[in-house]
C-alpha cells in the first residue's frame, strides 16, 4: 500500500502564492505518475497538474503558466508552487499517484489540503 500525506495549503489573496507538498510512505516501489487533483463545492474532482517518474509534466489549461509541479524521487514527494492564484483556484487539492502492479493500474489518493483563495 502507499500513503500519501499533503502539507502546505492555506488562506492566500488573489495575486498571491501558495506551496503544497506531498510525501509518499510505504510500499512505493515502482510508482509512476504523482501529481495533484482538486475539488471545489459542488464539482467534480478535476486534474490539475501531473508528472510522470521520467519528468514529464501535464498541466491542465487553467493553470498552466501558473503553476510548477516537481518531483523528487529519491525524497519520494510530489510539490507544487501556485503563483498567481485564482478565486477559482479555490477547492481541496488532493495528491495522487499510480502503478501499475499485477496487472491493473492502482491508483493512490491523499486525504487533501484546502486551498482557499480570496477576492
Known amino acids: 500500500q502507499v500513503q500519501l500525506v499533503e502539507s502546505g495549503g492555506g488562506l492566500v489573496q488573489a495575486g498571491g502564492s501558495l506551496s503544497l507538498s506531498c510525501a509518499a510512505s510505504?510500499?512505493?516501489?515502482?510508482?509512476?505518475?504523482m501529481g495533484w487533483y482538486r475539488q471545489a463545492p459542488g464539482k467534480q474532482r478535476e486534474l490539475v497538474a501531473t508528472?510522470?517518474?521520467?519528468?514529464?509534466?501535464y498541466y491542465a489549461d487553467s493553470v498552466q503558466g501558473r503553476f510548477t509541479i516537481s518531483r523528487d524521487n529519491a525524497k519520494n514527494t510530489v510539490d507544487l508552487q501556485m503563483n498567481s492564484l485564482k478565486p477559482e483556484d479555490t477547492a481541496v487539492y488532493y495528491c495522487?499517484?499510480?502503478?501499475?502492479?499485477?496487472?491493473?493500474?492502482?491508483?493512490?489518493w491523499g486525504q487533501g489540503t484546502q486551498v482557499t483563495v480570496s477576492s
Open positions: 508528472i510522470r517518474s521520467s519528468g514529464a509534466t
Open positions: 495522487y499517484a499510480d502503478r501499475y502492479l499485477l496487472g491493473k493500474w492502482n491508483n493512490y
Open positions: 510505504g510500499s512505493i516501489s515502482g510508482i509512476n505518475a
